[in-house]
T-cell receptor, first 111, second 114 residues
């Protein structure tokens, strides 16, 4: 059974600092997604990672995937208040089509 | 505008009263899915559909039904809602049946079952 764990679940950062969110999963998968959710809003797709060693960057966010370690990271560089949100990783399950989400990391960036 | 729409956005109902939450996408996507989001549990997949007339169970399908008669629509049916189905529901779609691309999420439906 595929399980997805995110760490940490809560993260309070100061503006300008760097931090990393971790997403571990328990069985082999060939696709991993990162999403952002603002309070009271829907989910917005950030990154789709499909291969070992994949790295994608958008602004202050960079995501990477290590399929051998079953680990993805979302790195935040020089955080700003606008990045405050909940971030989810999701992993494709064993059968085509199903997707397992982590519990989310609630990020709060303070001035 | 490319989007996924859900209706209603908010619904308060009583135990046992059948309800349907509609989901429609205008992007000609093959893949559609329903999720529920609960505090501390994240998002859990209820059902998904790889294409018209093809549906499959996700992680938490009990108490729910779906149908996919047309490509654009994927309604979620609660035949006899119970209070433990109080949740925030999201519909999502993506282009390919292999979903090796991003999913677009609807705005969400907040359901309360009394």
């Amino acid at each position: 059974e595929l399980k997805v764990e995110q760490n940490p679940l809560f993260l309070s950062m100061q503006e300008g600092k760097n931090y990393t969110i971790y997403c571990n999963y328990s069985t082999t998968s060939d696709r991993l997604y990162w999403y952002r959710q603002d309070p009271g809003k829907s989910l917005e797709s950030l990154f789709v990672l499909l291969s070992n060693g994949a790295v994608k960057q958008e602004g202050r966010l960079m995501a990477s995937l290590d399929t051998k370690a079953r680990l993805s990271t979302l790195h935040i560089t020089a955080a700003v208040h606008d990045l405050s949100a909940t971030y989810f990783c999701a992993v494709g399950g064993g059968s085509q089509g199903n997707l397992i989400f982590g519990k989310g990391t609630k990020l709060s960036v303070k001035p | 505008e490319a989007q996924v729409t859900q209706n209603p956005r908010y619904l308060i109902t009583v135990t046992g009263k059948k309800l349907t939450v509609t989901c429609s996408q205008n992007m000609n996507h093959e893949y559609m899915s329903w999720y529920r989001q609960d505090p501390g549990l994240g998002l859990r997949q209820i059902y998904y559909s790889m294409n018209v007339e093809v549906t499959d169970k996700g992680d938490v399908p009990e108490g729910y039904k779906v149908s996919r008669k047309e490509k654009r629509n994927f309604p979620l049916i609660l035949e006899s809602p119970s209070p433990n189905q109080t949740s925030l529901y999201f519909c999502a779609s993506s282009l390919s049946r292999v979903i090796y691309n991003e999913q677009f999420f609807g705005p969400g439906t907040r359901l309360t079952v009394l």
